[in-house]
């Protein structure tokens, strides 16, 4: 496990699948993450697979590869590549393993950097291979709701900015798996910019948000004076998720660069539908900045 700390915050990052599993607040002595058995994660990353694929797997010029839901990274060992008092990333290389999965030479990055206002989470993915990378990357952190046991999950919002008059989500499908439908629907419990938070809204499931200009999700309370901030900038959609029917006290906010499979035949790794591309030797990288109150 590694530790981080600063005077605010002091934050846990286990090595296994490079999960943040504590982020502390020192002056009020509580987390903002999750951690309880009604969901046994608490921050996990997604790659190179965001969801369900059809069959849980996927093909490359025709030749099926497996593919765990949310890819494989979460079941990998990084190792620390950087450290100091208050930063660590961690690396995952390409191996015979990941290539079971994955057929391509590859090392991906997560860096944790805490500040004064909270904590930045950085990916960089690099393409070691001689041929283009397709690939989706997700951030999947839960908080706890209601923040520091103050007040309850219908206390609280979420500030969406810029606001837009309107937002739309994928349905997605519980049978035979989670999957999307194909068809839209309207993000429930949204007026002018702000979400009303209760589990209802969460009944069918995952709501995926197409983000075209979301800059922010804010989550907060007039019940506390602390609030969660997630940029999202980086991100082509934006997840909200919490255990359905568990009246769980917990919010996934979730930046996604891919999308799961419309339910159906299996499809080509190339042309999978919201997957970024990379190209030979080349390096992309996302940032989603944590901002705490």
């Known amino acids: 496990m590694q530790k981080i700390s600063n005077d605010r915050f002091s934050a846990e990052i286990d090595e296994h699948g490079a999960q943040l599993t504590h982020l502390i607040n020192k002056q009020g002595g509580f987390d903002y993450i999750w951690n309880n058995d009604i969901w046994e994660k608490h921050a996990p990353i997604l790659f190179p697979a965001i ?6 797997a996927y093909l490359i010029n025709g030749k099926k590869y497996e593919m765990p839901q949310h890819g494989f990274v979460a079941d990998f060992d990084f190792v620390v ?15 015979d393993a990941t290539k079971k999965y994955y057929p391509f030479d590859f090392d991906f990055k997560v860096s944790f950097s805490l500040s004064e206002n909270g904590l ?13 990378l397709s690939y989706s990357l997700g951030y999947h952190p839960a908080f706890n709701v209601p923040i520091n046991g103050e007040g309850t999950f219908d206390d609280y919002r979420l500030d969406i900015e810029p606001k ?44 995926i ?5 979301i ?34 006290p917990f919010l996934c906010i979730e930046g996604f660069n891919g999308l799961p499979d419309v339910y159906g035949d ?18 992309r990288s996302y940032e989603c900045d944590i901002k705490l109150d």
């Open 209 to 213: 948000i197409e983000n075209t200009g």
């Open 215 to 248: 800059k922010s999700v804010k989550l907060y309370s007039k019940e506390t004076k602390h609030a969660v901030t997630v940029d999202v900038s980086d991100f082509d959609h934006i997840t909200l998720w919490t255990k359905e029917g568990a009246n769980a």
């Open 120 to 132: 930045a989470v950085k990916f960089d993915v690099k393409n070691d291979d001689d041929q283009n």
């Open 51 to 56: 969801g369900r694929s059809n069959d849980d």
């Open 164 to 207: 837009t008059d309107s937002l739309e989500t994928y349905e997605i499908v519980k049978k035979p798996n989670p999957y999307r439908s194909g068809k839209i629907e309207q993000l429930p419990n949204y007026e002018n910019g702000t979400v009303k938070l209760d589990h209802a809204m969460f009944e069918k499931g995952l709501l």
């Open 266 to 283: 299996l499809v080509e790794l190339g042309s999978k539908e919201g997957n970024h591309h990379l190209d030979a030797k080349a390096t």
């Open 81 to 95: 590549a950087e450290k100091t008092d208050s930063a660590v990333s961690l690396l995952l290389k390409s191996s």
